[in-house]
């Protein structure tokens, strides 16, 4: 993969153990700009975990990860921010008695020239944001929690694209969504990939990872079985690397 | 931004609906918040219910009378200043029991302070006594709570009545500097008609002010106005309460024995009839509003408040968010502690003494205030002028039962039988409003 320049995010080696469960093993994976990486496998491989220490939820217990070929520490997800890494998780991490806007922009409200968080603006701002990536989306008054599974998710995806992020983890982002939904959220990340970013999917669907990634990475219980591209490969072998462990031969 | 009421959902659902009721059509318009008119609702039943009661069955109400609203505000404002600093406690899904036991404690650094410290150094009298007195139980306070916070699941209700009791060897300490006294209120912790109409008309143009800011604010970003007979109707009540109570504490003159005192000690002749000196808003409850002015805004317009809000709605996202759960607990629970000091300086200044006993249980009473109003066991939802009604319900309820001469048994069976149902009513409104 050295062709290509230098990934965007290389993770090496990475291993996390949880008491005695090697929850990650030694699992080295990259992504480069303008790129979709898929990352599969059973519940409990160790995707969400993995993924986890780039956000900086998770500490790695040993390995590297370099942002733009350098060593970057990330020992908590303001560090990760700081990386423009963002992340849209499974749980979709929203605090369910606030507002949209407020979720928007939470641990990075926009202030006045005084220091006070400046809800009118924030909420035109999100106004903004949702118009382009859900433009049925009207409650900007109630508490997310009074909102429906698709509409949650964008609030969550609408956070992870304000920002101008550079790497995004997307931990199985159409999960609740409808086909429509599911659509629209397949068209973000084409559109996302135009302009640059690297993106890692995390997705149990077979049929959105041949069509939405470029790469695909399976783990099974904590460690790497390959990394494949998903144009040289049928479904049915990235099934196999999934269920048996067994990497394809005409790749291997 | 914690508000889920049927105003808020009328007003996002879009256009007025035609079928709507002139009630519903009211809370749109004014977008009141339906809970805020419940406890007020209550609270004007409760006062109500108590001088009726009084007077009918004993021959006279003593509830609504200017002296008794006058005391009733005093008694509040030690509870209420603390109930203010347990809802951010609450809604970030912690609870502090120690509040009763810092209070005491705090009581009794002061009171050794100004009593046996200070004095030997600075000379009994001197006027920089109350303030150093006062900021110590301040810091006081403050360090006990930020060290909770530090600990978190460690209680230390026990732990600081004990130290409380080692350091005054269980004595009542009496009398404090007389500046401090001021502080709990009083006939001359008060501050008179013409200070009372000083505050109320501050206070009036503050409201106006508030409306016509939103308005600009709400018209710059485009943003759906208020009516303007709703705007009229707000600005109108709103200073119509502020007026209303400072025509109530001006109508509560100084006792006898005091005027006299005071005409003695400034050469005044007291007229034929009496001399009619006002007691206006005492000290404490300025106190009090500040307190609730201040926490209202921390609470709605910086990044803290917001963030005390995004733990209690969800800890894991507050935290993947960015943002320092523990060093917010700790902050928190020291401004838990800043308040019971202050709650501690009124209450020990109105008693004139700091005793080892002050503020015994008082956590149950904050806590059941700040319950009572609307802030959510459950965390996430909880409002600061909601809790200080709700330490209002507790003392109205207390001081009624008193006044019709409940026994203290029943009084307690009242009490806690409300608490229960401010737990049930919340789990209710929670239910149905999601």
């Known amino acids: ?168 983890i997307m931990d199985e982002p159409t999960a609740a969504l409808g086909p429509h939904e599911t659509q629209m959220v397949a068209e973000l990340i084409e559109e996302l990939k135009r302009q640059g970013l690297g993106i890692f999917l995390i997705e149990h669907d077979i049929h959105n990872v041949m069509k939405l990634c470029d790469r695909a990475s399976v783990m099974k219980n904590g460690q790497l079985v390959g990394t494949v591209n998903v144009n040289e490969v049928t479904d049915d072998d990235i099934l196999g690397m999934i269920i048996l462990g067994k990497t394809p031969e005409k790749v291997a | 931004m914690t508000q889920s009421t049927t105003s808020d959902k009328a007003g996002a659902s879009g256009a007025a609906s035609p079928h709507e009721g002139p009630v519903t059509r009211f809370l749109r318009a004014t977008e009141l918040d339906t809970r805020l008119i419940g406890m007020i609702g209550a609270l004007l039943l409760i006062w109500i219910g108590f001088h009726a009661y009084g007077y009918f069955v004993n021959g006279f109400g003593a509830f609504l009378t200017p002296r008794n609203l006058w005391n009733l505000s005093v008694q509040t404002s030690s509870i209420g200043i603390m109930a203010t600093g347990m ?192 007691h206006g808003f005492a000290i404490p409850v300025l106190i009090l509003i500040g307190v609730g002015i201040v926490m209202t805004f921390l609470m709605t317009r910086t990044r803290f408040g917001r963030y005390v809000f995004a733990i209690g709605g969800n800890p894991e996202a507050a935290e993947l968010a960015g943002i320092n759960t523990r060093w917010m607990t700790v902050k928190i629970f020291a401004l838990m502690g800043f308040l019971t000091g202050l709650s501690s300086v009124v209450a020990s200044a109105r008693l004139n003494s700091a005793t080892n006993a002050l503020g015994t249980l008082d956590e149950l009473y904050v806590i059941a205030s700040a319950v009572i109003g609307g802030t959510s066991l459950g965390g996430g939802i909880g409002t600061i002028y909601g809790a200080i009604i709700g330490a209002l319900v507790m003392q109205s309820l207390q001081t009624g039962m008193v006044l019709i001469g409940f026994d203290a048994a029943i009084q307690q069976v009242v009490v806690g039988s409300v608490l229960v149902l401010a737990v049930y009513l919340d789990k209710l409104y929670r239910s149905t409003s999601k």
């Not at chain 2, 709570?145 to 004990?162: C, E, K, Q, S, T």
Request: net charge positive.
């Open chain 1, 1 to 168: 993969m050295t062709d290509r320049g230098t990934p965007l995010v290389e993770m090496r080696d990475i291993s996390i153990a949880f008491g005695g469960i090697k929850a990650v093993d030694h699992v080295t994976i990259d992504l480069f700009p303008g790129e979709v990486v898929g990352l599969l496998g059973h519940n409990g491989a160790g995707k969400s975990t993995l993924i986890k220490c780039l956000s900086g939820a998770y500490h790695a217990d040993a390995g590297d990860i370099f942002i733009n070929g350098e060593k970057a520490v990330i020992a908590n997800p303001r560090d990760a921010r700081d990386y423009n890494i963002e992340t849209i998780y499974q749980t979709l991490a929203l605090a369910d008695n606030l507002d949209a806007a407020s979720n928007l922009f939470l641990g990075r409200e926009l202030v006045t020239p005084m220091g006070l968080v400046d809800d009118v603006r924030m909420e035109a701002e999100a106004r903004k944001i949702m118009a382009r990536l859900n433009p049925n989306f009207r409650k900007f008054k109630v508490p997310v929690s009074a909102l429906s599974g698709g509409q949650r998710q964008s609030v969550a995806i609408a956070r992870a694209v304000y920002f101008n992020a550079r790497i995004l």
């Open chain 2, 87 to 278: 809802v951010l406690v609450i809604v970030t899904r912690h609870i502090d029991l120690s509040v009763g036991s810092i209070l005491g404690f705090c009581a009794i650094v002061m009171g050794m302070m100004q009593v046996y410290v200070l004095p030997k150094y600075l000379g009994l009298g001197h006027p920089l006594i109350w303030i150093i007195a006062v900021l110590s139980g301040l810091a006081i306070g403050t360090l006990v709570g930020a060290f909770h916070g530090w600990l978190i699941a460690y209680r230390g209700l026990l732990v600081w009545r004990g130290a409380a009791f080692l350091v005054a060897r269980g004595e009542t300490i009496s009398p404090v500097d007389s500046t401090f006294a001021l502080l709990g209120g009083g006939p001359y912790g008060a501050v008179g008609a013409t200070g009372s109409w000083i505050v109320g008309l501050l206070a009036c143009a503050g409201i106006v002010f508030m409306i016509f800011h939103g308005r600009s604010q709400r018209r710059k970003f485009e943003f759906p106005l208020r009516p303007v007979w709703a705007e009229v109707f707000l600005g109108i009540v709103g200073c119509g309460i502020v007026i209303g109570a400072v025509l109530l504490v001006n109508a509560y003159p100084w006792p006898k024995g005091i005027v006299k005192q005071y005409a003695e000690r400034n050469a005044i002749d007291i007229p034929e009839g009496g001399l009619f000196i006002s």
